[in-house]
């Protein structure tokens, strides 16, 4: 019986180590190399060639959402499922723009996760269920989030602010210049209309992105 082949990404490892074993109860499922950070993804995505890619999305350096954007530049049609302890109806919709299949939380239980392991094998995306009811009630209601007009650089910028981060923190973690991390923070106060950090974290608060 052939296995489907994970690539399982988190920065933090003894997370990785419990879904690892989550995953390998399964028979016919393995996981053949494990990564810290979007960068080490990337290089051992062209290395091993696994058949989906798990991985989380908040991470240091590039982060998990550059680290899907590269990945899908490079291939297509990788199969990518995010595992990430972001709750909101804002990161699914941007990790499926960018080219993922399937978006969990971390608090889904195991059955779930195999589950939507084997729905993209088969080419299927997967959403876990109350995540998409939240993105199908926003969409209804026909609300736009204001946050859904950053880039992906300025997203992750906007979160770490909101979250009481200094610039030069965020340089730190990002990998970037304070004086790019500034320039990203003229651009989000120029695109959600807001003067300081106070009113990035209130737009965080409201678009449910952090907790008040």
Request: charged share 25%; aromatic share 4%; hydrophobic share 45%.
């Amino acid at each position: 019986m052939s296995q489907i082949k994970i690539l399982l990404v988190d920065d933090h490892a003894v997370v990785r180590m419990g879904f690892k074993m989550l995953i390998e109860a399964e028979d016919d499922i393995t996981v053949i190399g494990e990564a810290e950070s979007g960068e080490v993804a990337i290089k051992l995505f062209q290395e091993l060639k696994p058949d989906i890619i798990v991985m989380d999305i908040t991470m240091p350096g590039i982060g998990g959402l550059e680290a899907i954007d590269r990945i899908i530049a490079k291939d297509k049609n990788t199969k990518i499922l995010v595992l990430s302890a972001h709750e909101d109806s804002v990161h699914p919709k941007r990790v499926l723009n960018a080219g993922a299949m399937g978006y969990l939380t971390k608090r889904s239980a195991a059955e779930e996760l195999i589950k939507a392991i084997k729905f993209i094998h088969q080419g299927k995306r997967y959403l876990e269920p109350n995540i998409a009811q939240q993105m199908a009630i926003t969409q209804l209601s026909g609300e736009t989030n204001p946050v859904e007009i950053l880039s992906d650089r300025e997203f992750e910028v906007f979160i770490a602010l909101a979250k009481g981060k200094s610039t030069n923190e965020i340089a730190d973690t990002l990998c970037l210049s304070p004086r790019t991390v500034g320039t990203h923070l003229y651009n989000i106060k120029q695109k959600l209309n807001a003067n300081n950090s106070a009113e990035i974290a209130l737009i965080a608060i409201r678009c449910g992105l952090i907790d008040p």
